[in-house]
């Protein structure tokens, strides 16, 4: 977890910093709520804590600068401050804060609120950056190779949102966690551990459940031919290429025009015939 601190007072930050430590591998600090915007944008945090009463920019107003962003809207926020009427509060229940701790602050009650936000809301990074981006849709890659999937990403991103995973399991938890789910996946051959058959058969039994239509699920083989046994398990075959051109050509079968059709673009070239 990353956790960034926003306080103007250097003594209840490092109050703070000793009770999240523990929950903690990235403590980062802010005087003031324009600071903290800085970092936000910089350093993109787990959990924002905040106080409310802070020069430059107040805690009110970082709050509803963070729920007017579209990249950050969803970070829990737990807001620190001596301030206990009702219409404080109640303003900023309205603004959408995470929870709220009164000083001053009793270590073990922010470290057990701390706790329960963590638990509730420590998925919203991993939430959005599954979800779609302006409308596009969406393709997932899992490939153990980062210039590989690097690659799938420069040739699709211009028409579509692109998720990218190392692992099979760590593919079968990107497509769990968006709404709408991932039409289109691109599983390389040769995944470690949870394979690319068994991660093909959970990712269509996954939108099954939630009565959604299976992805279409298509194998990139290095090899020059995949058995007619494989090849039955995959929605289409394409041949694993570093080629930019060519691999959008490849895909394009089993991808909306657009990607095809820009400019630049290869020639079609056919999948990889089943040996």
Known sequence: MKILIADDDPIVRAVVARVVRQSADDLIEAENGLDALQAIERDDPDVLITDLQMPVLDGFELVQTVRASLRHRTMPIVCLSSVSDRDAI????????????????????????????????????????????????????????????????????????VVEAPTGAAGVTAFRARTPRMATVLISEGLQLLDEERVAALLRRLAVDHGEMPPTVILVSASKSVSDGKAAGFDGVIRRTLVLGDFIAAASRWLPKAAAERPGAAAPVAPVAPA
């Open 90 to 161: 109640a303003r900023l229940a309205e603004m959408g804060i995470t929870d709220y701790v009164l000083k001053p602050i009793r270590p073990r009650d922010l470290a057990d609120r701390l706790r329960i936000v963590v638990t509730k809301h420590g998925r919203w990074k991993l939430e959005r950056d599954a979800s779609p981006v302006g409308g596009q849709p969406g393709v997932l890659i899992i490939d153990p190779d980062a210039p590989f999937r690097a690659l799938v990403t420069l040739a699709l991103a211009p028409d579509f949102s």
